[in-house]
């Protein structure tokens, strides 16, 4: 009796810690969904301004963190995007500006383009080399699969996302932007079975299916980079019907439609994963690749009129959502900047910190948890116009133009860069330069 007795509880035992003990398998990683929005500005969200309709979007800040110093190293499109996937800051990829397309197909056939009016006349790069580790080759080893949906803008074939860590591809090809959000949507035949759909919407018809099928018993990664905000500024026409009839302008209720319809792509998104039953085991990321094309108010510059290293240009919306994990309605003020995500999306799918010094990014784990990353430096470089290189640290921003001025800015008091203390006597702008200067000889190429 006493040894029935032993087995029993033996048995118990066991079953219990099989019960209680993580399982380390594929599925037990959350799934992961990373929303990158073109040119959408820092302001432009219905939670900053109410000229905007986002409510799907202010759900999600409401449900997760929201990093309000959130920035991008190189704030152009290519740049943009290679700092994400890579965690590498641009200029290390001789990359400073976005690329071109210089065939009428959308191709490049020389390795670099120079733009006419840099200064500087730097080379940069038409593609991102394949020799490159991105997140989705990281993950994979992880055992995730990886989808891409929409906008590339990173090399032609043989350079596309399915050459990177991407298992499977959408709405992709050579272009940095559609020629129109109706058909034709592209100057080739990307996407060219469509008479009469809004471009975001099929590639939110295509996210919706991908997460509706899914049955693979390994956890999934989809990037969805949308081509919207990006002009050509063509609004999805009931949108824009509702902005006007509220008194907007043709320009202003063209841009709020296009910003409404990437809302509603956010929701229809979220609303997959629930039905499919995984929205409380999948990760949210919403980002944008660098500041609006319009008003940017009360953050100063955007993406164009020469100061794209201003607030308005170089800071972004940055939303996360980690279930379990993030505080409802949470937010961080520390700077962080988009070669972040790269490390962060490896320590998620890994359980383990991601230590590399191929890397600039660092994981916000930490952050995510609650908890405060440790103080750092961050540092801009895009090369197109006299302004070029840029150092923010902690309060104090310095900018620098290859004309030899410089301009510093405490971005924590003065959000709008109104007053420029350069030649002030602060100790803090020679710190400011001796840092950047050191900077730029480790991190900007030469070429002879």
């Not at 033996?10 to 810690?17: A, E, G, K």
């Not at 759909?197 to 996210?207: E, P, Q, S």
């Not at 010094?357 to 430096?377: A, C, F, H, T, W």
Request: aromatic share 12%; glycine share 8%.
């Amino acid at each position: 009796m006493k040894h029935t007795i032993l087995i029993l509880i033996s048995v118990l035992y066991i079953l219990l810690y099989l019960l209680l003990t993580p399982k380390v398998t594929g599925q037990s990683q959350p799934h992961v969904v990373l929303l990158f929005v073109d040119d959408w500005g820092w302001s432009d969200v219905g939670f900053r301004n109410d000229r905007f309709l986002t409510p799907h979007i202010d759900q999600l800040k409401r449900d997760g963190m929201e990093f309000t110093r959130a920035y991008i190293p190189t704030p152009t499109c290519s740049p943009s995007r290679a700092s994400l996937l890579t965690g590498k800051e641009a200029i290390r990829l001789e990359m400073p500006r976005h690329i071109e397309q210089k065939n009428k197909d959308g191709t490049n056939d020389e390795k670099y383009n120079y733009w006419k009016t840099d200064p500087a006349q730097m080379p940069s790069i038409n593609w991102l080399p394949l020799e490159e580790q991105t997140y989705a080759e990281v993950l994979k080893e992880q055992g995730y699969y990886n989808m891409f949906i929409g906008k590339w803008h990173l090399g032609h074939e043989p350079y596309y996302p399915i050459y990177q860590g991407f298992d499977a591809m959408f709405g992709t090809g050579n272009w940095g932007h559609p020629k129109s959000y109706y058909p034709d949507f592209f100057k080739d035949d990307l996407l060219e079975d469509y008479s009469d759909a809004y471009l975001t919407d099929v590639l939110t018809d295509k996210a919706v299916q991908f997460i509706s099928d899914y049955d693979k018993d390994v956890p999934f990664m989809m990037s969805l980079w949308y081509y919207n905000v990006h002009s050509p500024h063509v609004g999805r026409k009931d949108l824009v019907e509702q902005f006007l009839e509220k008194g907007y302008s043709d320009k202003e209720a063209t841009y709020a439609a296009m910003v409404a319809s990437m809302d509603a792509s956010v929701g229809r998104v979220r609303t997959a994963l629930k039905d499919k039953g995984i929205d409380k085991n999948t990760v949210v990321l919403l980002i944008s690749d660098q500041g609006g094309f319009f008003s940017n108010a009360p953050l100063s510059g955007g993406k164009i009129g020469g100061n794209t290293l201003g607030e308005g240009g170089a800071r972004v919306p940055f939303l996360v959502y980690y279930p379990g994990v993030t505080t409802p309605g949470s937010v961080s003020d520390t700077p962080i900047q988009t070669i972040d995500v790269f490390p962060t999306l490896a320590e998620i799918a890994s359980g383990n910190r991601y230590n590399s010094d191929d890397i600039q990014g660092v994981s916000l784990m930490p952050e995510l948890k609650g908890k405060k990353l440790n103080s750092r430096d961050l540092f801009f470089y895009r090369s197109y116009e006299d302004q070029y290189a840029a150092i923010l640290s902690g309060a104090w921003k310095l900018i620098k133009y290859r004309s030899g001025t410089y301009e510093l800015f405490n971005v924590a008091d003065d959000i709008s860069e109104h007053t420029n203390q350069i030649g002030t006597g602060l100790p803090i702008e020679k710190t400011l330069k001796n840092k950047l200067k050191k900077w730029e000889t480790r991190a900007v190429p030469t070429y002879e």
